[in-house]
Nanobody
Framework: QVQLVESGGGLVQAGGSLRLSCAAS????????MGWFRQAPGKEREFVAA????????NYADSVKGRFIISRDNAKNTVYLQMNSLKPEDTAVYTC???????????????????WGQGTQVTVSS
C-alpha cells in the first residue's frame, strides 16, 4: 500500500512558477511509476506528466511540454512537478498518482494508476 500526500499548491500570477511535491509512504516507492494529473472545474481529469522509477523516462502532455518538469528523489520518497511560465488555463487541482513498475502500462492513462493523493489547488491569476 502506498499513500501519497501533495503539497506546494497556491495562488500565483501568470508567468510565475510553483513547485509541487508528492511525498509517498511505503518501502517500494523507488520501483513505482509516478504521475501528475489535473482537473479544472467542469472538466475531466487529464494527464500532465509522468516519470518511471529510474527517472530516465519522462512523459509530458503537449500543453505543458517545455514549461513543466517532473523529477523524483527516491531517497526522499518524493516526486516533484516544477511548473514555470504558468498560465490561467493551468488552474486546476493537481493530484499525484502511482503504480508499480512491474506492470507494463501506459504512463499517460488514468487507468494505469493504482494509488492517488488528495490533490492540491493551483490557481493562476491573469
Amino acid at each position: 500500500q502506498v499513500q501519497l500526500v501533495e503539497s506546494g499548491g497556491g495562488l500565483v500570477q501568470a508567468g510565475g512558477s510553483l513547485r509541487l511535491s508528492c511525498a509517498a509512504s511505503g518501502r517500494t516507492f523507488n520501483s513505482y511509476t509516478m504521475g501528475w494529473f489535473r482537473q479544472a472545474p467542469g472538466k475531466e481529469r487529464e494527464f500532465v506528466a509522468a516519470i518511471r522509477w529510474s527517472g530516465d523516462n519522462t512523459n509530458y502532455a503537449d500543453s505543458v511540454k517545455g514549461r513543466f518538469i517532473i523529477s523524483r528523489d527516491n531517497a526522499k520518497n518524493t516526486v516533484y512537478l516544477q511548473m514555470n511560465s504558468l498560465k490561467p488555463e493551468d488552474t486546476a487541482v493537481y493530484t499525484c498518482a502511482g503504480y508499480s513498475g512491474i506492470y507494463y502500462r501506459p504512463m499517460t492513462a488514468l487507468r494505469s494508476y493504482d494509488y492517488w493523493g488528495q490533490g492540491t489547488q493551483v490557481t493562476v491569476s491573469s
